[in-house]
């Protein structure tokens, strides 16, 4: 097992208790949804890695974005065999989220494609896959089903739950749903309501899944998969991540295997060759009708529905804030976040914030990881101090 | 040595000016040394405004709200009157635009102490008089070509800056440091002389005295 940590005294079984594999969390009494539908019956699958200490206090709940699943850190993967976790960067033993100091969380969320309950479930009452007779879920839907989940491990209170995009949407509603849940709330290139422009590109990409003849009003259960168009979705959605700096740096105007322009409509260009990669990569581990719904319960989420605004609707407890943006984030823009900042700062929240230089855009929180280190181990760590300090653990967190 | 002891000179003087249990805004905060202080000993409800990313992640480390902005852009995002006490220390001299910050203070802060180096202190008149060239002194310890100091200010010229931007001094400390950072003293005559450096307690003109 290899392991990214500089400790030579570590043999890797005692201190780094080993990941759990896909666990699954059944909801017996179903779940009501927003959209006032009622799911009968919710299977949410997660997995863990560490262990939860003895007073509770070291459980982190993360969540994942759009195309994610429970598989955060390395461990076994669904066939047994060891597979590198989404955010592996971020989460595993010696990382940010240390998994030999915290108990991580990672659920699918609702409506996903990766063993939680979602459209290419079976529906109990026809026998055949929901397709798009699947109830809308909404951000904070899949928040209440995490609920659920933290329920079946005994969690009471996490001591961090954090995300990043959509992942942090969810973050952000687990503190408007849950405050007496959550100590520190660590949102990561998220915002509380989506602009026009980014709901622009979701709705391409859905339009693409939906014009693809295979697609079949979403009944393509055991026949041609809608590939073409859940590929389409999938490479305008990777334009939005990147950004200008970073296209131009990976990719210029470079031609792919030629010399010359073909003068026809082939694969020329190195993006084009890129897009098209990692359209194709996609649609092997991906389902064109989860991106249907998650793309539009992104679109719903407004963090101040149900109230009259951000503010109210974060007026409750005392959660603490971390709010980390990317500078070249065009897509989950800073003055997002910042609306929300100014929110919590209204309130006299607890709000920390910073805005981390970097070419990368949206894809930044996957990929600057020591940057987001600097700011969220201090946090985190003096977080969990302070946990368990309240639980007579430990004598004070200053100046140790 | 605790944190208290390593507490710069004119922070102390800071310190005893802040009521207990004050909110309390750091502009400039640093590592959140002066902040954490005021927490843990004056049972103050506390923040931070920062712009250097270590130094958010070392106030981090100690429990402290720090939010990353640049101070020039004022302090959009906090309501009128959100806090007791706004400090800005040793600091609103590197400001691009001092008055823009002393007149968001004065919003958002029912007082504001500010602390900054005296220009009109002999030893920095001297040695422009007799040297001919730019002062650099332990307390404005810079060139002229590479100071983060761009808006040097007198005893008496904070004061017309103050006036001049809605505000009046409620209180001013001239003082004078014997052994820099070791101790420090309050000046008695002729405070634009023989100050090197001041603390000033600001509030809007016309706000009654609490």
Redesign the interface.
Known sequence: MTTQNDDSSYTGTAAEPPASGRQRCTLEDGLDLMSGKRLSHVDVTYETWGELDEHGTNAVLVCHALTGDSHVATGPGPNGAEKPGWWDVMVGPGMTFDTRKYFVICCNVLGGCSGTTGPGSIDPHTGLPYGLTFPLVTIEDMVNAQAAVLDCLGVEKLVAVVGGSVGGMQALAWAKLYPERVRTCIGVATTPRLGAQAIGFNEVGRQAILADPNFRGGDYDGKAQPEQGLAIARMVGHITYLSDESMRAKFGRRLQDRAYHAFDFVTEFEVESYLAYQGRKFVDRFDANTYLYMTKAMDYFDLASGFGSVAEALAAGDV???LLTFSSDWLFPTYQT?GL??AL??N?K???????PSPYGHDAFLLEPE?QR??IE??L???VC?ARCEAGALEG???Q | MTAADLLRADLKLVISLVPEGSRVLDLGCGDGSLIAHLRDERGCNVRGIELAPEEIAAALGRGLSVVQADLDEGLVGYPDGAFDVVVLSQTIQVMRNPALVLREMLRVGERGIVTFPNFGHWRVRGYLAFRGRMPVSESIPFSWYDTPNIHHTTLKDFREFVSANGGQIEREIPLSAGEWRREIREVRFWPNLLADTAVAVVRAKGAARV
């Open positions: 603490r804030w971390l910042k900042l100014d700062r209204a006299g607890e709000v920390s914030f910073a805005e981390i940057e600097r700011y201090p946090f760590e003096r977080a302070e967190c200053d100046e």
